[in-house]
């Protein structure tokens, strides 16, 4: 049987509390029907996707995962500025950025695509831009790309971070059901 796997930065409940306000915030306004809102649950930074992986090869991940990442050492990082992707067009995420030590983040991301690379998961090409989803907007619902900027930068108030270690990294498994994915975390991996 196969899973649909990835590895992911998760946050501490005082840091996922703050960002539900931003949630909360583009829950209330008007065009909310316009966006797929991520979920409170949801709330973590995609390291590696892995994607449909055999069950079978979960041990394998877990020990690489495991020898990899017991060499790196604890860092802070912080959350800033909300943005959208793609910049070149009709924007399709609202996402907020990372602050603090993102050498050490891009670090452990090569780390990890190096250890995955042996057990058959190809390597990202695009480089990595740190973010989390905050919501994904429908296909269509602005006309111009200056039109959705301005207005979805402009309806969220971004609250104050404060910095928190990043002490620990998961293997998560997604399960796709009807009314959106369901996530839950096989391992944790202290750094």
């Not at 790309?145 to 108030?157: R, T």
Request: glycine letters at 4%; proline letters at 6%.
């Amino acid at each position: 049987m196969n899973l649909r796997l990835f590895v992911a930065l998760e946050f501490p409940l005082d840091i996922k509390t703050s960002i539900n306000q931003i949630l909360d915030q583009l829950r209330q306004e008007k065009m909310a029907k316009s966006l797929r809102i991520s979920r409170f649950d949801h709330l973590h930074i995609t390291l590696k996707f892995l994607g449909d992986t055999p069950e079978e090869q979960i041990e394998s991940i877990e020990n690489a995962l495991s020898a990899t990442l017991s060499g790196i050492h604890p860092f802070e990082l912080s959350l800033k500025q909300i943005d959208t992707f793609p910049r070149d067009r009709s924007p399709r995420v609202i996402w907020l950025g990372l602050d603090g030590n993102l050498p050490k983040l891009r670090d452990l991301v090569d780390q990890l695509e190096t250890a995955l690379t042996p057990l058959g998961f190809q390597k990202e090409e695009r480089p990595f831009t740190p973010h989390l989803t905050l919501a994904r907007i429908k296909k269509n619902s602005f006309n111009k790309k200056d039109e959705a900027h301005s207005k979805l930068l402009s309806i969220v108030k971004t609250p104050y971070f404060t910095p928190f270690q990043v002490e620990k990294v998961s293997l998560m498994k997604s399960t796709l059901k009807s009314e959106g994915s369901n996530y839950e975390c096989l391992k944790v991996f202290k750094l």
